[in-house]
T-cell receptor, first 112, second 111 residues
Framework: EPEVTQTPSHQVTQMGQEVILRCVPI?????FYWYRQILGQKVEFLVS????????KSEIFDDQFSVERPDGSNFTLKIRSTKLEDSAMYFC??????????FGSGTRLTVV | GESVGLHLPTLSVQEGDNSIINCAYS??????FIWYKQESGKGPQFIID?????DKRQGQRVTVLLNKTVKHLSLQIAATQPGDSAVYFC??????????FGQGTELSVKP
């Protein structure tokens, strides 16, 4: 069964550093997403991406965050100048239009 | 906008019993609904989905019921097994794009 792959599974970074979280969406999916889940809380939408541009973003997704599809297979989330409160699980997801939402296993980001 | 809520944060059932997890949503324009299972340290795993033109859909041991009149969604798990222990989230979609998740119900299955 097709999978969304995320790397790394766990990232520890010092406050103020930049991190890049990587994802390989399902190959025939055209819509890509990043979600965040703070420990013990619900999954929150960050951003959606289609046709090489952001289609929607949440209030959380401010100038500290950026996304990129650098080639035909990878989809990345960059977090600049990380803060303690950025510590969370970050999930990548992909879909066809309006269906088939599939999530990766997540990257656990710990900011120290 | 959309808000999604769950009725119970935790649910404990005996192995073999049926489980029912409920979810309420606010936007009557929502047209696609998904139930996800999340085990500790893992990503949300698709269980079953339903579109707004249906009120019931069945899978293997799972049934999703949609009541658009009261904007309520439920997940029924038949003959619950220890492997069903996890956090269950409903997620709602408005005509494409992002999913809005509920808070999650932690299901515990007692052997």
């Amino acid at each position: 069964e097709p999978e969304v792959t995320q790397t790394p599974s766990h990232q520890v970074t010092q406050m103020g550093q930049e991190v890049i979280l990587r994802c390989v969406p399902i190959s025939n999916h055209l819509y890509f997403y990043w979600y965040r889940q703070i420990l013990g809380q619900k999954v929150e939408f960050l951003v959606s991406f289609y046709n090489n541009e952001i289609s929607e973003k949440s209030e959380i997704f401010d100038d500290q965050f950026s996304v990129e599809r650098p080639d035909g297979s990878n989809f990345t989330l960059k977090i600049r100048s990380t803060k303690l409160e950025d510590s969370a699980m970050y999930f990548c997801a992909s879909s066809v239009e309006g269906a088939g939402y599939t999530f990766g296993s997540g990257t656990r980001l710990t900011v120290v | 906008g959309e808000s999604v809520g769950l009725h119970l944060p935790t649910l404990s059932v005996q192995e073999g019993d049926n489980s029912i997890i409920n979810c309420a949503y606010s936007n009557s324009a929502s047209d696609y609904f998904i139930w996800y299972k999340q085990e500790s340290g893992k990503g949300p795993q698709f269980i079953i989905d339903i579109r707004s033109n249906m009120d019931k859909r069945q899978g293997q041991r799972v049934t999703v019921l949609l009541n658009k009149t009261v904007k309520h969604l439920s997940l029924q798990i038949a003959a619950t097994q220890p492997g069903d222990s996890a956090v269950y989230f409903c997620a709602v979609n408005n005509q494409g794009g992002k999913l809005i998740f509920g808070q999650g119900t932690e299901l515990s299955v007692k052997p």
